[in-house]
């Protein structure tokens, strides 16, 4: 199958380049090193290329995308890095032999593990990122109190995502370290084998943590593309311009096939002015029939709206996969 | 079943709301006056909704739209307001006894309704917004190149986009009455019965078109409702309180959940300050376990993220609806 016979909007990845960061990454962080977060992609498929460089562990944002992974064969050890309060989903999988660890931060979410039928968790710190994970200083009694429930405390989690998307390499690292200072003194009074943290942007940073949770890396998007990294842009939305005048011109995709929090797309040599439902509106014009080629601004959300995406090298159509992982 | 029954995010629908809105709509607007776009919703069981209401035909604007309303029994007389290159697909369901005019704006994209099988069309014009549509002196003579071809023109369509959602009323009035002197100029020279735009944001000022395209009035959004407008906000999404601290709180709904264009979704009696992919961070802080009742910024990219929406009246869910329109 040719790329120009695809239904457009149309989800793409780059063969070449996807396999290219992966086995960059897995060259940088080999095996356990690495717990590839699939909240970046929701796509099994590609979660089996990522265990197939190695990669036994995996990161997950919810219980959708826990099941999806154990029903695809990749439950052998699943970090749900995510408080919940209810958690008898995520029992109940390892009711049947997956394996499942979940962060807690409170006596909420460790009754919550505990009576859901989770055996293992992890106690998510607070590093600096407004959001999840308790202050540092309260890991340790946290952690005494998810033991007294009879739960395995793996070690701790605390992921630095204020600092990952900073341009400046040099305050990207300074402020990694200072929030993995944070989580080592909070590993230190809670134990365990875990120093999960880090993402795409402090993947070589992150000298601290025993496994990184990057998830972006293997498919890119344009603001992780600012900061310098050796990763290539793999993923892409291919539109049709629909609409030509003097000025501008119009191509098939808008808001449900971009995540928006992060600004408009970009296309090489076009300068795009502004998204509507199914728009996307762009100079200068180009002849109708004319194929876009769209980088979507953040990889992960733009993921989540899509059924499938297509892998393709050239012109070439090599396989179209679900992206399965999806909804919750 | 009980609203907190649900897995969150959750998607729901105020019934009395949403009943409240089509009532108000077809009083308004009644039968043909009003084209319902679909849209903004994406959901057939709330076309249906608009049917009993008296409202016979609907605005789409991609072809998995007119082919779930035609497959939900809904195609008497659709209206793709939009451009094709290729028009096979709805040349198949009217082929299968649907109705379906596809606007056009270029000699391309008049071929393609030709080849395609389309037989009804409309003749886009540019009325201000930059997207689709043709100059509106063009406007007559690619309606005669239409007919030379074999399809019959219907009309025109111009959509007023630039306009709908300004918050000052009057302008929002002087600039639609500008467009719509475009259009009718333009429909002039086209003939035809049909002079289709508007929107939600110009639903009573709009006294010019034929019928009006309105889709957000039937769910309303944060945008929308600071327009003054007589339509309540029905939709929601319910998040549950995962984690606390002294100075905030974080609910599981992010951006995944919400159309984030528009900016951030609101919550009465909280500031929002952040999303993240599963999270919403929030002030003052909530007890872990509280629910968080949000409005999406922007209906149409926020319906687009859901598989499912739940029908609730306080907190019975009534039905669960798939959103059945969406992808592409």
């Given at each position: 199958m040719k790329i120009?016979?695809?239904?457009?909007?149309?989800?793409?990845?780059?063969?070449?380049?996807?396999?290219?960061?992966?086995?960059?990454?897995?060259?940088?962080?080999?095996?356990?090193?690495?717990?590839?977060?699939?909240?970046?992609?929701?796509?099994?498929?590609?979660?089996?290329?990522?265990?197939?460089?190695?990669?036994?562990?995996?990161?997950?944002?919810?219980?959708?995308?826990?099941?999806?992974m154990v029903a695809a064969g990749l439950g052998e050890d699943l970090l749900l890095a995510n408080e919940l309060v209810d958690a008898r989903r995520l029992g109940a999988l390892v009711a049947n032999r997956a394996r499942v660890t979940l962060a807690v931060d409170s006596l909420e979410s460790i009754a919550a593990a505990a009576s859901g039928g989770v055996h293992e968790v992890v106690i998510d710190v607070n590093v600096g990122l407004q959001r999840c994970g308790c202050d540092p200083g309260e890991a340790g009694r946290l952690a005494d109190v998810a033991r007294s429930r009879g739960l395995?405390?793996?070690?701790?989690?605390?992921?630095?995502?204020?600092?990952?998307g900073l341009e400046d390499a040099s305050e990207r690292a300074r402020l990694c370290r200072?929030?993995?200072?944070?989580?080592?003194?909070?590993?230190?009074?809670?134990?365990?084998?875990?120093?999960?943290?880090?993402?795409t942007g402090t993947y070589d940073c992150n000298t601290w943590a025993?496994?990184?949770?990057?998830?972006?890396?293997?498919l890119m998007d344009v603001a992780y593309g600012r900061l310098g990294l050796p990763f290539r842009q793999a993923l892409f939305v291919d539109a049709i311009v629909i609409s030509s005048c003097s000025q501008w011109s119009v191509a098939d995709a808008g808001l449900k096939a971009f995540g928006m929090d992060h600004g408009n797309p970009e296309a090489e040599?076009?300068?795009?002015?502004?998204?509507?439902?199914e728009h996307v509106t762009f100079g200068p014009p180009r002849r109708v029939g004319d194929m876009l080629r769209l980088v979507p601004a953040h990889v992960d959300p733009t993921m989540a709206y899509h059924e499938r995406v297509h892998l393709v090298s050239g012109d070439d159509v090599l396989e179209t996969w679900p992206i399965d992982l999806r909804g919750w």
């Open positions: 120009d016979a695809l239904a457009t909007p149309a989800l793409v990845i780059d063969a070449g380049r996807l396999d290219f960061n992966i086995k960059e990454m897995a060259r940088a962080l080999p095996g356990d090193r690495l717990r590839p977060h699939v909240k970046a992609h929701k796509c099994t498929e590609i979660a089996k290329l990522q265990a197939l460089a190695g990669h036994r562990g995996f990161t997950c944002a919810t219980i959708r995308e826990c099941e999806g395995e405390v793996r070690g701790v989690m605390g992921y630095e995502g204020h600092v990952v200072e929030s993995m200072e944070l989580l080592l003194a909070a590993h230190a009074q809670v134990g365990g084998s875990l120093v999960s943290a880090g993402g025993t496994e990184i949770q990057a998830g972006s890396y293997a040599g076009a300068d795009v002015w502004f998204c509507s439902d």
